[in-house]
């Protein structure tokens, strides 16, 4: 690795939506600087996990050190950091974007700014950043750049005329973004000769070298002897090795400011090396840490558990294997009546919910039931205190209790405007407070609203997307908690409640989610030899009520010699089935069945 | 469920005893219908290069390769289809003069053959009885002219009424009639009907099956099952039951979950498959179960014709996974289970040892204590009762196959 001063280093990160190209840019940007070769050039290079390849999403943030010699003649090193693209990791992305001086600002120009591009657009501002639109997929037949230039300077009140017409996937205009990057996007401040700050960008576990940990140095040096301290853990290490990521790891002696790299010291957790925290030498410590460190916060909790009580012990395992490298993921163990053994997990967001789920499931083999996902309330009880209750069963119950707050996010989305009223409708029955509406262009629009969260983890985002016929974004953000008339919806199957089926709604609500519920569980329970009856209570009063008719035949008519395998094969498979069931009493109720909230028609 | 590893002892399968000959031609599909089928419409086919010819050359070569097999002898023989009743005379003697000339047809083996109303007349039946079939089995399916369209069926009552005419004509009293429960708008009085004109005939055997809505077929595109047009759980169970009731009134024995017979004529050929038994699969789409190998032709008339050339080729060699000993243990019980005669827990102790047993009995404790499962203690075996046990065998079965 070469020597380059700081003058000639570049720090930049990609800010896109999901699906708008950034992925193929930075593959692009590595070929082009021949950071990776040609032919080992896996598809989506940053994309790590084999969930983000499939989901075209980047969940875990990268970096990658680029030399480009530009058309001066110069050298430059190019640090790319990679930045996660959904609004469960804005904290993240938040951390990611201070690391840097500038940001590509890539738009489909056959699309045009989407919510979460114009949050990230304006975090980047925050953050001085200094911005260069790029219009991809310009080679698209549908491109309108000309339209996508004015929307970018109207919305954000970005100047465009600077802006690169590009296609990453035919490699169209990547010179000019290079070029753009050392001319525009300011080098970093030589702080050299201060004592050592570095700022954490991204951390993982590596199993046989600790927590890897990814960072910028902001001031001073960083050798590899030295031992550090980390501000807000309060946690102190030896070096084993530091390097840069060019991509893939290389090590070097020392970094100093504004170089991007990583370290290894036998970090135990990721919990002990948090994005956003500082690196400074535990010999010659600096004066303050770097701005803007935040505790992990989880928003939405949701309970699992083995379908089999056997894996318990190995779902604890994963969670902790998971916890080493997601500082965000909360669990702790949760003994439901219904369930049996399992965890009561905190996540960032739902997406965050269903990543963590999957790679349980995959990763680790274990079958799991998720129980709806609920938010955090704040009740008061009639001592005047306040308890924090994630878990709809663990309600005080109405004598018990003095009030119930709920969480309340602000939800701006970005849509096409002949879907506003499709959209406003959904919200008004998400018990939503319209607050303001703007049109960006003759043709798109904004539409703000104050939504309780516990309305929007369950469906809204699939709604908004299935109204707006995948056109609208959104973005959101925690404005406080409210008190509302709030009520805990028991389900009772078979007579038994069952308490991983319980839920918090509003008072007005309870009716027809409890009717809904019903009607849903009833079709997602199969039958049984006996009538199984379905009912939804608040308190000991029943509001809803159903029941599986009896099931009267289970038999297979005909089979003669050629029909043996697949007779066989069909046993099998309702036997598997039974497997994945969890008995309530002597009702086996299938996983889905627990999700049912997810699933139910809310008007 | 306990079951040694198989793998250091090679189990010695019994010889054949059994053959299947599978005959693929229909004048149409029926709505039901999943079965590996050939559709002809209602033309005849003469001259020797008709594509019936063509398949009877396919399958005699087929049979002539299985001859390093050595000549055991045949107890059962059975046409099946599709509908063999296509065949001409000539078809059926040429099929059985290979199968005889290659393993030998015992004297008094049971030889069958499905035939449908409005396919055959007098000189056939006599024709195939002079070739040596000795047992019919008559596709009814209902006696109902409604019901017999919504199935796609290609006869009528009145042919149906003509077709037992002409078996009792010419002496073949040996026969059996297919009918269907469940069908389609089908009410409890057109099924007591049905059931009445059953008996009014008094076939040696009656075959009942309960619709079932196959993937892929017409009826699955139209119809939801227990959903209306369909009969409901209820009604069809209802179906299942009166069944029961009224041929067991008649004097027929419900021998198997959807097989009745007066005594003396169970169908010897199907009680080979439900015994787990080892049989000859023979043509399109047939299945064989020779020396632990579960093989299944090819399903289309050109693939089979075209596989045929590669068995004999290989000389006769099958290459497919021999069953396992824990899938023949489960197939022995979703097999046996199916018989009112059940499955003798001696022989289940012999071929897969006492542990095994212990634990079936332990898995249908629950079964045993509803009175789905019964014990019959002077034979030391166990059965699904009958009609409640029957009616939820699936139940039963798979609570076998999820614990072991």
Sequence with gaps: MTDVPVSRIRNFSIIAHIDHGKSTLADRLLMRTGTVENRKMKQQFLDNMDLERERGITIKLQAARMNYTAKDGQHYVLNLIDTPGHVDFSYEVSRSLAACEGALLVVDASQGVEAQTLANVYLALEHDLEIIPVLNKIDLPGAEPDRVIEEIEEVIGLECTGAIRASAKEGIGVDEILEAIVRSVPPPQDTVSQPLRALIFDSYYDAYRGVIVYFRVMDGTLKKDDRIRLMASKKEYDLDEIGVLSPTQIQVDELHAGEVGYLAAAIKTVEDARVGDTITLATAPAESPLPGYTEAKPMVFCGLFPTDADQFEDLREALERLKLNDAALQYEPENSTAMGFGFRCGFLGLLHMEIVQERLEREYNLDLITTAPSVVYKVENNDGETILIDNPSTLPSPNERRKIEEPYINVEMITPEEYVGPLMELCQTRRGEFKDMKYLTPTRTTLVYELPLAEVVTDFFDQMKSRSRGYASMEYALIGYRENNLVRLDIMVNHDPVDALAIIVHRDKAYPVGRSLTEKLKELIPRHQFKVPIQAAIGSRVIASEHIPALRKDVLSKCYGGDISRKKKLLQKQAKGKKRMKAIGTVDVPQEAFMAMLQIDRG | ?404
Excluded at chain 2, 41 to 55: E, L
Excluded at chain 2, 213 to 241: C, I, M, Q
């Design chain 2, 1 to 404: 469920m306990a079951s040694q590893d198989g793998s250091d002892i090679s189990p010695v399968f019994e010889a054949q005893r059994s053959a299947y000959v599978h005959v693929p031609f229909c004048r149409r599909r029926c709505f039901y219908c999943d079965f590996p089928v050939s559709v002809t419409g209602d033309r005849r086919h003469g001259g020797n290069f008709s594509p019936v010819d063509r398949y009877v050359d396919s399958l005699c070569q087929e049979i002539q390769t299985w001859s390093g097999q050595g000549k055991m002898g045949l107890e059962t023989v059975f046409f099946g289809g599709g509908t063999p009743s296509l065949l001409t005379v000539g078809q059926v003697e040429k099929i059985l003069r290979a199968i005889d000339g290659v393993f030998g047809i015992v004297p008094g083996a049971e030889i069958s053959i499905e035939v449908d109303p409005g396919t055959f007349d007098r000189d056939k039946i006599a024709g195939y009885i002079g070739s040596g079939v000795n047992r019919f089995s008559l596709g009814v399916q209902a006696f109902q002219d409604e019901l017999l369209q919504v199935c796609g069926r290609s006869h009528s009552v009145a042919e149906i009424h003509s077709a037992i005419e002409i078996l009792n004509a010419v002496g073949a009293d040996n026969f059996s009639i297919d009918l269907m429960s469940g069908l389609p708008y089908q009410t409890p009085q057109q099924w007591q009907e049905s059931l009445s004109k059953a008996v009014a005939i008094a076939p040696a055997h009656i075959s009942v099956y309960d619709t079932i809505v196959e993937p892929k077929t017409p009826f699955a595109r139209y119809y939801e099952p227990g959903v209306f047009p369909l009969p409901d759980d209820d009604t069809s169970a209802e179906f299942y039951r009166q069944t029961q009731k009224v041929l067991t009134t008649a004097g027929y024995e419900h021998y198997e979950i959807s097989n009745y017979a007066k005594p003396g004529f169970q169908c010897r050929h199907n009680r080979v498959y439900w015994h787990n038994r080892s049989y000859y699969g023979f043509g399109m789409g047939a299945t064989s179960y020779v020396n632990g190998q579960r093989f299944s032709r090819p399903r289309t008339t050109t693939k089979y014709a075209q596989w045929v050339e590669t068995f004999v080729a290989n000389n006769g060699k099958i290459n497919c996974e021999v069953v396992t000993e824990r899938d023949r243990l489960l197939e022995t019980l979703m097999l046996g289970l199916r018989l009112a005669e059940g499955v003798s827990l001696d022989a289940i102790a012999s071929e897969f040892g006492q542990e095994t047993v212990d634990t079936i009995l332990e898995i249908l404790q629950p079964y045993i204590e509803k009175e789905w499962v019964k014990m019959i203690p002077e034979r030391n075996a166990i059965r699904l009762s009958d009609p409640e046990g029957f009616l939820y065998s699936n139940a039963v079965l798979s609570s076998l196959f999820a614990d072991g």
